[in-house]
């Protein structure tokens, strides 16, 4: 059970109530986050060819690649999270959607990537699993700055 604010209401954490130097700092990791996740999409974009040519990667080199992006992807989408749940909206069920959302999308795209091994029709859900991803991503860093900018720095 959540404790009572003096307004005899569930106390929630919200920007609102964060000291405004973490607000600072949470706008520019939001930023940053924003920034990063842009410029890998143009790299991704960019070296796609490259791939392409390929006749299909190794076990190791797939596992090595996937390791690393299933860390940092998650822990990117857990920051952007975390800042995301402390909006104050959208409310629920819609928050959890999109808090849900990356996370479920980077099992896919994994997932997809070792099955189109065996067959490129799994492009399609690698594909979508993306999209998800950046959608759901960009969704949570525009609802927080927005929130951001919204409470100040007061």
């Known amino acids: 059970m959540l404790p009572l604010d003096p307004m005899n209401q569930p106390y929630t954490l919200t920007w609102a109530r964060v000291p405004p130097v973490f607000r600072t700092l949470a706008r520019w990791i939001t930023i940053a986050q ?5 410029v890998s999409i143009v ?4 070296t796609a060819s490259q791939f392409r040519a390929l006749q ?7 596992l090595l690649s996937a390791h690393s992006h299933l860390l940092g992807m998650t822990a990117l989408f857990a920051l952007s999270g975390a800042c995301f749940a402390l909006c104050e909206r959208p ?3 819609v928050k959890k959607v999109v808090l849900v959302a990356p996370f479920a999308a980077i099992m896919i ?5 070792w099955l189109m091994r065996a067959s490129p029709v799994f492009a ?3 594909l979508a ?6 959608v759901a991503f960009y969704f949570q860093i525009i609802v927080t700055l927005r ?3 919204r409470v100040g720095n007061s």
């Open 34 to 38: 924003a920034a990063g996740y842009g």
């Open 147 to 149: 929130e951001l900018r």
């Open 124 to 126: 399609w859900p690698l």
């Open 56 to 62: 299909g990667a190794d076990a190791h080199g797939l």
């Open 129 to 134: 699993a993306n999209v998800v991803m950046a």
């Open 43 to 46: 790299f991704v974009r960019q």
């Open 109 to 113: 795209a994994f997932v997809s990537v």
């Open 91 to 93: 409310r629920d069920p």
